[in-house]
């Protein structure tokens, strides 16, 4: 297999112990090591859910559980949200093979040529009843949509993972059979990590709210379209170093004045 940095499978406020048992076993079935719970709904380490999990019981009384979103994933670069229905446009929409080849550093779906990976992915799902928010969906850099029929698209959520990770499984395969001899391939800069991204757009908005570019009752709003923005562009951490330098400076030399 590829020397692929660990993947993070990431729940958001799941409300099933079984769901949460089976997702623990197919994380075991696809050496997926890293599973995070946020704010669960259910006990995760209960009987239910061990016995759905098999003999995956370690792997998930080693789960981590986070209050949030945006904690679970502050150390991902490349993150990307199943999710079934989805009203927003700001953040491109694929199927699983456009999608896992994208975080798994692959150039393009197509992959003309080996990608080297330099920093860890996730793979989030949301809630069983109602999903992912449209903040939560554009924490990620890519949604994942799985194709089901339109007279009844929504899949239970072990499910939806079930069909995602065995994707992920046959792009790695893939790789590992086209990968020739010698170094990988560098494919340009990783995205920043996401606590690197989410803090530069914090320092904007201070400032956008200071210099009345944003008010507080629309700030929510255009920041969300800011953040889309830099989503779309796969800005890098050395991008958002300079950004936030840029933010930092344009603050300074509004709160000093006209001499």
């Not at 406020?13 to 946020?38: I, K, M, Q, W, Y």
């Not at 502050?74 to 446009?89: E, L």
């Not at 709210?209 to 944003?214: A, I, M, Q, S």
Request: aromatic letters at 4%.
């Amino acid at each position: 297999m590829p020397d692929y940095p660990e993947l993070a499978l990431v729940l958001v406020e799941p409300a099933g112990p079984l769901n949460v048992g089976s997702v623990a076993r197919l994380c075991a079935n696809f050496a997926v090591h890293d599973l995070r719970l946020v704010a669960p709904r259910c006990d995760h380490l209960g009987e239910e859910a061990r016995r759905m999990a098999v003999h995956a019981g370690a792997l998930l009384e080693a789960a981590k559980v986070y209050p949030d979103l945006a904690a679970a994933i502050a150390d991902r670069t490349r993150v990307v949200a199943a999710n079934g229905r989805v009203d927003s446009q700001a953040v491109p929409i694929e199927g699983p093979a456009q999608a896992i080849p994208w975080l798994l550093g692959h150039p393009s779906p197509s992959r003309p040529g080996p990608a080297r990976r330099t920093s860890a992915g996730a793979l989030v799902f949301g809630r069983e009843d109602r999903g992912l928010s449209t903040d939560e969906l554009l924490q990620a850099g890519r949604i994942l949509r799985i194709g089901t029929d339109a007279g009844y698209p929504s899949l239970n959520l072990s499910h939806a993972v079930a069909i995602t990770l065995h994707e992920l499984r046959r792009c790695q395969l893939e790789d590992t059979e086209s990968r020739p001899a010698g170094p990988a391939q560098s494919i340009g800069p990783e995205p920043a990590a996401r606590e690197l991204l989410e803090a530069a757009l914090a320092d904007a908005e201070e400032l956008l709210l200071e210099v009345g570019f944003v008010l507080p009752h629309t700030a929510h709003a255009r920041m969300a379209k800011l953040r889309a923005l830099l989503q779309r562009a796969q800005i890098s951490a050395e991008e958002v170093a300079l950004v936030r330098g840029m933010v930092r400076q344009l603050r300074w030399a509004s709160q000093r004045g006209t001499p």
